[in-house]
C-alpha cells in the first residue's frame, strides 16, 4: 500500500499502482470527469500513469495553468494528427504549449498551406477528438525510437533524439498518430470540445537562421464552445488595443527598414509620453535617496568579459566594434550594470556610503532574430528604467523591500491592479547556467522569498527562471484582456561585486564586498509602453496624455479666442493645442476622439463673450460650460490625484 497527501494535509491509502485517474474516482466522480492531469510530488504527470511510492497529490483541472498547458499540449498532438491524415509524410518539429494554445512547427516538403486551409484541418480535429483516443505512454529504447523515425524519414525528430539518452525517452499514441514526447497529456481526446486555429507563421527549426524555415501553425483549444466564443471575442479586442495599431493612429511611435529592423523611432508626442513617464519616476527616485549616472552606448569587450555577459549573452550580442588600435574592441551596451559597478568603483566607499542607489534611464543593444521582434515589446534597441543599489549584507532585507514600494507605486499610479510576484529561482537540476558560489545563490534566494512574504505579495515559484547572475522577483501584470506581462523586476546579486572586486570599508575597519541589488520597476520604456497602450485601449490617463486638451474654435472668428484659451492653460503646464483648420465643428470634434484626446474644448460666441469654454471628455461627450480657471484648476487635481495612484481614469 501506499499513502497518497492531498492539498488539505489529508493521507489516504491505495494499492501500489494506483494511478491519479482512480484516485479522483474514489473521491467523486463528478471530479474524475474533470481532471486533466495530476501534480505528483510537484511534477505534473498523465493522470492513468501509476503511482508506485508514497507521495503528495494534486488535481489538476482546466483552471489551473499546468493543466491549461497540458490540454494544449495534448492538442498540438492532435492537430499533428489530423496534418498527416491530409499532408502524408509530414515531418514534424516541436508543438508546445504556449501562453494562450499551442503550436507546431512542420516541414511539408514542397506542400504548402494556407488560411484557407485551416477550416477542413479544425473541422478534422473535432472529428478526430469525438473518437475519445486515450492518449497512451510508452518508455522506448532509443535504437527502437530512432528506428521508427528513420524510417518515417522525420530529421527533426532524430535531431532531437540525439541528446537523449536510454531510459528518458517515451512515445505518445492517439488514434493514428505517434510523436516522440515527454508528456504529460490529458486522458483521452474527447475533453477537447472546441477548436479554433488562429495563424500560420514561418519559423526556423530551433531558432537559427541556417536552419530550414519550417511552417508555424498556431491554435487554440476548450473543453467548452462557449470559452471559445469568449476568447475569439477578445481576440478580436486585442487586435483593436494592438500597439502597434495604436503608435499609428496616435503618432507615437514608427519603424524604418533603412534605419534597422527593431529600432523604434519615437515621434513627438510617443516622445512626450516617454518623457512624462521619465520624469514620474525620476521625482519618485529623488524622493527615496537614488543618484542620477549616465553611462556611454559602448564599452570594452572586456569590460562584459569580466562581468560574465560576454560568456552567456555574446551570441545573442551584436557582433563587437572594432578600431584601427589592433586589439582593440567596443561593444554596444547590452546591460547597465557592468557600467555602474565601474562607477561605484572610481571612488573608495565607506560602509558610511551605504546605501548608494545609482539610476539611470540607460538604452541598451541587444541582437534579436528578426522573426522574433514584435513592435515594441520585442526590440533591438530599448531604454532600461535601470538603478543598482550598493548595500551591506544586512541592508539587503530592507532595501530590497523599498524597491518593492516603489514597483507597487509605479503599478498603482498607472492602474495595473492585478499582479503576481514571480520568484524566480535557479533550475533545480542545471546548476551551469550561473556563476557564483552556493552560499551566496542560497543567501539571496532567502533574501528575495523572505521580502516578498514580509510585504504580503501573492507570489509564485519558478525553477529556472533566474538570472544568470542572481535570483529574481519578477512582476506578473495581467491587463484589462486578462493577458500577463512580465513588467518590473528586482534582483540580488552577490556575484558582480565578487567578478569586479568592489569593495567598502566597514567600521572594524576591514573591506569588505558590497550587496548588489538591479532593478527596473518599468522593465523597458519600449515594452511597458507597449503594454500600458494595450491595457487602456490607447486612453491614456490625463497626467500622461502627450496632448491633454486640444480647444476646438467653431469658426475662424473665434480661433484668437481659442489661442488665448491654450495660452492660459499652458502658464499651468497644461499639454493643450488648437485645431483651426477650416473644417465643420463635428468633423474637428470626431478626429479628436479618433485621437483619443482626454478633453475638447469648443469655443463660440458664447464662450468668447462670457470667458467660457465647453468641455468634452472623450468617450463621454458634453459636459457643460465652465470658467477657464474652474476647468485649469479641474485638470490640475485629477492630475495630482492620478500621479499620486488615487484615481485612475484608464477606460478598460
Known amino acids: 500500500m501506499i499513502h497518497i497527501t492531498l492539498p488539505d494535509g489529508s493521507v489516504r491509502e491505495y494499492a501500489e499502482g494506483t494511478s491519479a485517474g482512480d484516485i479522483a474516482k474514489s473521491i467523486s466522480e463528478g471530479l474524475a470527469r474533470k481532471v486533466l492531469a495530476a501534480e505528483v510530488n510537484g511534477e505534473v504527470w498523465d493522470t492513468s500513469r501509476p503511482i508506485n511510492n508514497n507521495a503528495t497529490l494534486r488535481l489538476l483541472t482546466w483552471d489551473d495553468k499546468n493543466a491549461k498547458a497540458t490540454f494544449w499540449h495534448s492538442s498540438a498532438h492532435l492537430m499533428a494528427e489530423a496534418l498527416e491524415a491530409f499532408y502524408p509524410g509530414t515531418k514534424f518539429g516541436i508543438g508546445p504549449p504556449i501562453e494562450t494554445g499551442f503550436y507546431y512547427d512542420i516541414d511539408l516538403g514542397d506542400r504548402t498551406i494556407s488560411d484557407d486551409d485551416l477550416k477542413k484541418i479544425e473541422d478534422k480535429m473535432k472529428e478526430l477528438a469525438k473518437a475519445n483516443n486515450a492518449y497512451k505512454r510508452e518508455d522506448v529504447a532509443k535504437d ?73 501553425i498556431y491554435g487554440v483549444t476548450f473543453p467548452a464552445q462557449k470559452e471559445l466564443d469568449e476568447y475569439l471575442l477578445l481576440l478580436e479586442e486585442a487586435k483593436k488595443r494592438d500597439h502597434r495599431k495604436l503608435g499609428r493612429e496616435l503618432e507615437l511611435f514608427t519603424f524604418s527598414e533603412k534605419v534597422g529592423s527593431g529600432l523604434p523611432l519615437w515621434l513627438p508626442k510617443g516622445a512626450m509620453l516617454r518623457e512624462r513617464l521619465q520624469q514620474f519616476l525620476q521625482k519618485a527616485q529623488i524622493e527615496t535617496g537614488y543618484l542620477p549616472v549616465i553611462s556611454p552606448h559602448i564599452g570594452s569587450k572586456q569590460l562584459y568579459v569580466t562581468s560574465g ?5 555574446g551570441k545573442d550580442s551584436f557582433r563587437p566594434i572594432t578600431t584601427p588600435q589592433e586589439g582593440e574592441e567596443f561593444m554596444l551596451k547590452p546591460m547597465n550594470c557592468p557600467h555602474h559597478c565601474e562607477i561605484y568603483k572610481s571612488s573608495p566607499r565607506s560602509y558610511k556610503d551605504l546605501p548608494l542607489r545609482l539610476a539611470e ?205 491654450v495660452a492660459k492653460l499652458k502658464v499651468s503646464d497644461i499639454r493643450a493645442d488648437v485645431d483651426d483648420r477650416n473644417e465643420k465643428i463635428g468633423r474637428k470634434i470626431r478626429d479628436t476622439e479618433l485621437m483619443k484626446t482626454p478633453y475638447m474644448l469648443v469655443v463660440g460666441e ?47
Not at 158 to 182: A, K, P, V
Not at 378 to 406: M, W, Y
Open 144 to 216: 527502437k525510437a530512432v528506428a521508427y523515425f528513420t524510417e518515417k524519414g522525420d530529421q527533426y525528430k532524430l535531431e532531437l533524439l540525439e541528446g537523449l539518452s536510454d531510459g528518458s525517452i517515451t512515445f505518445y499514441t492517439q488514434g493514428n498518430f505517434t510523436d516522440l514526447c515527454r508528456g504529460p497529456h490529458i486522458p483521452n481526446t474527447g475533453f477537447i470540445k472546441a477548436v479554433k486555429l488562429t495563424s500560420i507563421a514561418g519559423a526556423y527549426w530551433r531558432g537559427n537562421e541556417k536552419n530550414k524555415m519550417l511552417t508555424r
Open 309 to 313: 555577459h560576454w560568456e552567456k549573452y
Open 606 to 652: 458664447k464662450e468668447m463673450t462670457d470667458g467660457l469654454v465647453s468641455v468634452r471628455k472623450h468617450g463621454e461627450g458634453d459636459k457643460g460650460a465652465v470658467s477657464i480657471d474652474a476647468f485649469t484648476t479641474e485638470i490640475k487635481h485629477l492630475v495630482n490625484e492620478q500621479m499620486r495612484g488615487k484615481a485612475h481614469h484608464i477606460n478598460s
Open 361 to 565: 534611464f540607460g538604452t541598451v543593444y541587444r541582437y534579436e532574430q528578426s522573426g522574433e521582434l514584435h513592435g515594441l515589446t520585442r526590440v533591438r534597441g530599448f531604454t532600461q528604467d535601470d538603478a543598482h543599489l550598493f548595500c551591506t549584507p544586512e541592508q539587503v532585507s530592507n532595501e530590497f523591500k523599498k524597491v518593492i514600494d516603489l514597483v507597487l507605486y509605479v503599478f498603482e499610479s498607472l492602474g495595473f491592479t492585478e499582479y503576481t510576484a514571480q520568484v524566480s529561482l535557479r533550475d533545480k537540476e542545471d546548476r551551469s547556467k550561473y556563476i557564483g558560489s552556493e552560499q551566496n545563490w542560497q543567501i539571496a534566494e532567502q533574501a528575495i522569498i523572505e521580502a516578498a512574504a514580509d510585504k504580503g505579495l501573492k507570489t509564485v515559484v519558478e525553477y529556472g527562471e533566474a538570472a544568470f547572475y542572481g535570483p529574481k522577483l519578477d512582476f506578473m501584470v495581467r491587463d484589462a484582456l486578462g493577458r500577463k506581462w512580465q513588467l518590473g523586476t528586482i534582483q540580488v546579486d552577490y556575484n558582480l561585486p565578487e567578478r569586479f572586486e568592489l569593495e567598502y570599508v566597514d567600521s572594524d575597519n576591514t573591506r569588505k564586498r558590497p550587496v548588489m541589488i538591479h532593478r527596473a520597476p518599468f522593465g523597458s520604456m519600449e515594452r511597458f509602453i507597449a503594454v500600458l497602450l494595450e491595457h487602456c485601449a490607447g486612453n491614456l490617463p490625463i497626467w500622461l496624455a502627450p496632448l491633454q486638451v486640444k480647444v476646438l474654435p467653431i469658426s475662424d472668428k473665434y480661433s484668437e479666442y481659442a489661442h488665448k484659451v
